[in-house]
């Protein structure tokens, strides 16, 4: 028999075009990988892509070539398109973490020559050096509450301390500040995300996507140059945007499970039968519905019971879906948005919704000068909506509300309550992860129990880390 083989074809040493034509071709061909690779060129390869992936649709070719971006300087809330593709990966500068200067922001381009453009600069040098004069304050009271830990060295202990003033303070900081960010994706995805971007409302986005276009070309020059403005999404979003509702803002409830599969744990055992055993489904699920209560806790048992906490369930548990409303800071959807399993409709940015004040912000006597940052930030937004309501989100620091409708599967509900209820999640994040937890376990008892939490609640979050929300 042939001996087993497992190599890599190096991007050092051929192109992101030659091996995704070396990877499609296997289909036809029966010579090894290495041999299609040594008969192709750029030049074959490029005309392979003109007649199979432009001229036959056979887009999927494209997915064995593999970029590396690097974005620098880019808006957040132009970040979020570029971060909106669930088959990428990516990695960004954290606002925890790391401290921004006070040039480091974005001017919309659509402000230019426009009257609000000096004093949406003044507004955001405002809240920028309210972040800056923020930092201080917030830093001595954790240093007088977390002393340096033994053998610890000046390092980790600044990285410790910076982690948890800094991340207080970020709330200040608007949707207009910048930030870098490493994308790494195929070229199918990358022409996918281009084309979305020169369809973006946001001039700041559209220039991205004619740069992204450009630097992609130079690797993959056949697989993405066709990438265009999709009519489709301008005229599509212009229409929709269009229909004016005349409901208010109101929303007491912050955090509502508004649709879910009433027999979703059924269905997710039913499923788990189906796969192990020699059964039509109807017959899984008849079968499972008769079961006693305490026979379907003994199956639920067997699926779930041996789960450990860095285990995947197995994927049987994508048969019941989940549809919340939510409102929730801007910083925690920031990392409520990485979750890309999920189906999410988020809102534009906004002032309407009110805003949230960390607790260390308050006791560090800053609650004043914080709050009013906030409200100049709200009064430039009033004056941008009224110009251009895309633009008016540049102005919005994380510290204000967002809406976003959130749909996702039980296996997906495991990943994200888990991870962002653990300790080192911010408490932002930690107390939409665990109100959404209460919420699954009201209507989906029987496998939610097997999710593991920190022992918290998102009342106690509230408690300990918000003088409002």
């Given at each position: 028999m042939p001996e087993r083989e497992i190599y890599l074809l190096s991007p050092r040493a051929l192109s992101p075009e030659t091996i995704?034509?070396?990877?499609?071709?296997?289909?036809?061909?029966?010579?090894?990988?290495?041999?299609?690779?040594?008969?192709?060129?750029?030049?074959?390869?490029?005309?392979f892509h003109e007649k199979w992936v432009v001229g036959y649709g056979h887009a999927s070719?494209?997915?064995?070539?593999?970029?590396?971006l690097a974005f620098e300087n880019v808006s957040r809330i132009a970040i979020e398109t570029i971060e909106s593709s669930r088959l990428a990966s990516y990695t960004e500068k954290s606002t925890r973490y790391q401290k921004w200067g006070s040039d480091d922001f974005t001017i919309p381009p659509e402000l230019?020559?426009?009257?609000?453009?000096d004093e949406f600069i003044q507004t955001v040098r405002l809240l920028f050096s309210t972040y800056a004069e923020s930092l201080d304050p917030v830093k001595n009271l954790i240093l007088g509450r977390s002393p340096r830990r033994e053998n610890e060295s000046d390092?980790?202990?600044?990285?410790?301390?910076?982690?948890?003033?800094?991340?207080?303070?970020?709330?200040?900081?608007?949707?207009?500040?910048?930030?870098?960010?490493?994308?790494?994706?195929?070229?199918?995805v990358i022409e996918m995300v281009i084309r979305k971007m020169l369809s973006h409302p946001l001039a700041e986005v559209r220039q991205i996507g004619e740069k992204v276009k450009e630097v992609s070309k130079a690797e993959t020059p056949t697989l993405v140059k066709y990438a265009d403005v999709v009519p489709y999404l301008v005229e599509t979003t212009a229409e929709i945007a269009n229909w004016k509702s005349e409901i208010g803002n109101v929303q007491t409830d912050w955090c509502k499970l508004i649709n879910f599969d009433k027999d979703g744990e059924k269905n997710i055992l039913a499923a788990a039968l189906y796969r192990f055993n020699e059964m039509p489904y109807a017959e899984a699920l008849a079968y499972v519905k008769a079961l006693k209560k305490k026979e379907r806790e003994q199956l639920a048992e067997a699926l779930l019971g041996k789960l450990g906490k860095y285990d995947v369930p197995l994927r049987e548990l994508?048969?019941?879906?989940?549809?919340?409303?939510?409102?929730?800071?801007?910083?925690?959807?920031?990392?409520?948005?990485?979750?890309?399993?999920?189906?999410?409709?988020?809102?534009?940015?906004?002032?309407?919704?009110?805003?949230?004040?960390?607790?260390?912000?308050?006791?560090?006597?800053?609650?004043?000068?914080?709050?009013?940052?906030?409200q100049s930030a709200s009064e430039m937004y009033e004056k941008l909506y009224a110009f251009n309501p895309d633009v008016a989100q540049y102005i919005v620091p994380n510290g204000f509300n967002r809406r976003v409708l959130a749909q996702f599967n039980l296996r997906e509900a495991f990943a994200f309550c888990q991870l962002r209820s653990a300790a080192n999640a911010h408490f932002s994040i930690r107390r939409v992860a665990q109100k959404i937890y209460e919420e699954m376990s009201h209507v989906h008892p029987l496998l939610t129990k097997y999710m593991k939490l920190r022992e918290e609640t998102w009342q106690q979050v509230e408690e300990n880390y918000f003088t409002q929300v």
């Open positions: 995704a034509v070396a990877f499609a071709k296997t289909s036809r061909a029966p010579e090894s990988f290495r041999e299609i690779a040594s008969e192709l060129s750029d030049e074959k390869s490029a005309q070719v494209a997915e064995h070539a593999v970029l590396h230019d020559g426009h009257p609000l453009r390092e980790a202990y600044d990285r410790r301390i910076r982690s948890q003033y800094v991340d207080r303070c970020r709330f200040i900081l608007p949707a207009a500040a910048n930030a870098n960010v490493g994308m790494t994706a195929n070229a199918r994508e048969y019941a879906t989940y549809t919340f409303d939510l409102v929730m800071d801007q910083g925690a959807y920031a990392e409520f948005k990485r979750h890309r399993m999920m189906t999410q409709t988020p809102q534009r940015l906004t002032t309407r919704l009110g805003y949230t004040i960390p607790l260390l912000v308050t006791e560090a006597g800053f609650g004043l000068k914080y709050e009013a940052a906030m």
